[in-house]
């Protein structure tokens, strides 16, 4: 779903097929310590965004949940015959794949990235479509296209995606990537065509239902993780943990999540918490009030709203429990910190932060501890442990 500064992950070229699975390792572009000033003001906009989506998905209004400033893991795909290379967000968080296309003429945003050329693909197909995707601080718009498909060394001939012809300046102007890659469910896709995860299941590209992830959160080593289209990487996690979830409602990769555990204290709901897993988001976003209670207990101060520890107690801090089915996933305080700059002085972030309703939002600072697989096949999303680097 959303991130809330450019990290910038770009796809290494060298793409590994094992056992039929395809694995696409990411790489960092920038080791650069993150502006806290911009982090707030990104912060800012992406609060708006996330409101938006909350209420708007209550009344049954489509609208995605998306804003560039706040993706941080990139790759590249082809389009076309021959492919045209350009660099997507895979995204958990949505579920179609749009690029620029070369008709876009108006909009500064298509002059500032790569776009699909029609002209030049010999198997491209125009349905002709319009569809408009809905952000909280900006839109795209297009029409729907046919063509080859192609990451790494798969690829599916007839996948639906959208050429857009018009995209707001804010958030994309200054985007890393030139499109957004959707790993979520047929329901939340405004295209209402497959999608391209359940597009190379169908056609037999990947041997299994299921895409799996690492995120790699040191910010320091040039490797930036893996996505694996198809498969698991044995050599990431432990076999031993690891237990399936059950999504409650697909479109969003959604469920429900017990309670939040730090010290002694315990964050509840009635009904337990909604949430959602989004590699596209860069935080944890939880319900009206959560953030400032775990605030308290790992002894941070509020500034503009976010929480702020001293940087030399990171390792002293309480372990924060994520409960799901009765089984705890531990953040420690070096997976929930975020070290940034401010005037050259180190600041050091609370990774959680509230939103004004129920919907728990799981990003990369929970993802990012674990070996995440979503599976299509049956509808559940798995946390297992990373084994020691």
């Given at each position: 779903?959303?991130?809330?500064?450019?990290?910038?992950?770009?796809?290494?070229?060298?793409?590994?097929?094992?056992?039929?699975?395809?694995?696409?390792?990411?790489?960092?572009?920038?080791?650069?310590?993150?502006?806290?000033?911009?982090?707030?003001?990104?912060?800012?906009?992406?609060?708006?965004?996330?409101?938006?989506?909350?209420?708007?998905?209550?009344?049954?209004?489509?609208?995605?949940?998306?804003?560039?400033?706040?993706?941080?893991?990139?790759?590249?795909?082809?389009?076309?015959?021959?492919?045209?290379?350009?660099?997507?967000?895979?995204?958990?968080?949505?579920?179609?794949?749009?690029?620029?296309?070369?008709?876009?003429?108006?909009?500064?945003?298509?002059?500032?990235?790569?776009?699909?050329?029609?002209?030049?693909?010999?198997?491209?197909?125009?349905?002709?479509?319009?569809?408009?995707?809905?952000?909280?601080?900006?839109?795209?718009?297009?029409?729907?296209?046919?063509?080859?498909?192609?990451?790494?060394?798969?690829?599916?001939?007839?996948?639906?995606?959208?050429?857009?012809?018009?995209?707001?300046?804010?958030?994309?102007?200054?985007?890393?990537?030139?499109?957004?890659?959707?790993?979520?469910?047929?329901?939340?896709?405004?295209?209402?065509?497959?999608?391209?995860?359940?597009?190379?299941?169908?056609?037999?590209?990947?041997?299994?239902?299921?895409?799996?992830?690492?995120?790699?959160?040191?910010?320091?080593?040039?490797?930036?993780?893996?996505?694996?289209?198809?498969?698991?990487?044995?050599?990431?996690?432990?076999?031993?943990?690891?237990?399936?979830?059950?999504?409650?409602?697909?479109?969003?990769?959604?469920?429900?999540?017990?309670?939040?555990?730090?010290?002694?204290?315990?964050?509840?709901?009635?009904?337990?918490?909604?949430?959602?897993?989004?590699?596209?988001?860069?935080?944890?976003?939880?319900?009206?009030?959560?953030?400032?209670?775990?605030?308290?207990?790992?002894?941070?101060?509020?500034?503009?709203?976010?929480?702020v520890v001293d940087c030399d107690k990171i390792n002293s801090l309480p372990s924060v429990n994520f409960v799901i089915n009765n089984?705890?996933?531990?953040?420690?305080?070096?997976?929930?910190?975020?070290?940034?700059?401010?005037?050259?002085?180190?600041?050091?972030?609370?990774?959680?932060?509230?939103?004004?309703?129920?919907?728990?939002?799981?990003?990369?600072?929970?993802?990012?501890?674990?070996?995440?697989?979503?599976?299509?096949?049956?509808?559940?999303?798995?946390?297992?442990?990373?084994?020691?680097?």
């Amino acid at each position: 779903m959303v991130k809330l500064w450019i990290l910038g992950f770009l796809l290494v070229f060298h793409i590994i097929q094992i056992d039929g699975s395809l694995r696409v390792p990411l790489r960092r572009i920038t080791k650069e310590r993150k502006s806290f000033t911009e982090f707030k003001q990104n912060l800012k906009e992406y609060r708006v965004q996330l409101e938006k989506f909350i209420s708007f998905s209550k009344r049954g209004i489509p609208v995605s949940i998306k804003n560039n400033k706040n993706m941080d893991y990139y790759g590249v795909i082809g389009l076309g015959t021959p492919p045209q290379e350009l660099k997507v967000v895979f995204d958990t968080g949505s579920s179609d794949l749009w690029v620029p296309s070369s008709h876009c003429w108006f909009s500064f945003s298509c002059y500032n990235h790569k776009y699909f050329k029609d002209s030049k693909s010999s198997t491209f197909k125009n349905i002709g479509k319009s569809v408009s995707i809905e952000y909280g601080t900006g839109s795209i718009s297009g029409t729907t296209v046919q063509d080859k498909l192609t990451v790494g060394n798969i690829s599916v001939p007839e996948q639906v995606f959208i050429a857009a012809t018009s995209i707001s300046k804010d958030p994309f102007y200054k985007a890393k990537t030139d499109g957004i890659f959707g790993l979520g469910f047929p329901e939340i896709a405004e295209t209402k065509a497959t999608p391209p995860l359940y597009t190379m299941v169908y056609d037999g590209a990947i041997p299994k239902p299921i895409v799996s992830f690492y995120l790699n959160r040191d910010i320091q080593d040039s490797n930036g993780g893996e996505v694996n289209f198809g498969g698991k990487n044995k050599d990431l996690y432990d076999e031993n943990s690891g237990h399936p979830i059950p999504v409650t409602q697909r479109g969003f990769w959604q469920f429900v999540l017990d309670s939040i555990n730090v010290n002694d204290k315990k964050i509840t709901s009635r009904y337990g918490f909604e949430a959602i897993a989004d590699t596209g988001t860069s935080l944890v976003y939880l319900p009206a009030g959560s953030s400032a209670k775990i605030y308290e207990e790992v002894g941070a101060k509020i500034v503009d709203g976010i929480g702020v520890v001293d940087c030399d107690k990171i390792n002293s801090l309480p372990s924060v429990n994520f409960v799901i089915n009765n089984y705890y996933y531990e953040l420690e305080g070096k997976d929930y910190i975020l070290k940034m700059q401010d005037h050259s002085k180190d600041v050091c972030v609370v990774g959680f932060l509230d939103t004004t309703q129920e919907v728990m939002i799981l990003g990369d600072v929970f993802l990012g501890k674990f070996y995440t697989t979503f599976d299509i096949g049956q509808n559940t999303v798995t946390f297992a442990s990373l084994k020691k680097r």
